[in-house]
């Protein structure tokens, strides 16, 4: 024996890792894109919610009318379908107060797209519910989210509560 030790992986050993590594990319991509898509799902639900708590709590601060409008469309599996916006219906620069349209240059506090995956695919309210001064909104209704994998809805009640399910 000449006292030098051998450090170092054979090559045997670095395909047995490698054999593994892939098995284990196998399992884990897809349910690490099904995770993604669920959390952008869960994401944008959340947003809309919080639109339609600042919606309320608008209308009772301003003491006007906010109207919150969402554009709904077919169900696609790459998503990016249907908007929701959220904005003051008091008139300003020219519009006229309280006809549920963005006109003039009444203020928008929340313009947003679905993001890529998720689709809005309905309303069963007519797509637009307005808060009063007093934050009680125009009617109660659901709107549904849907990704390849989920679908969520939001509800929310005339008295102004609203949930994420």
Known sequence: MNGLTQKGFTLVEVIVVMVLLAIVMTIAIPSFMTWQKNLALSSIGRDIVAGLRQAKSTAVSSNTNVVARFVTGAYAPEGGVGS????????????????GLQDGEEHILVHDFMPKSVSLTSTDFGGSVTFNNRGFASSSGTITLKNPYRERQITFTVAGAVSLQ
């Open 84 to 99: 929701f916006a959220v904005f003051v219906d008091d008139g300003a620069g020219g519009g006229t107060a309280g006809n």
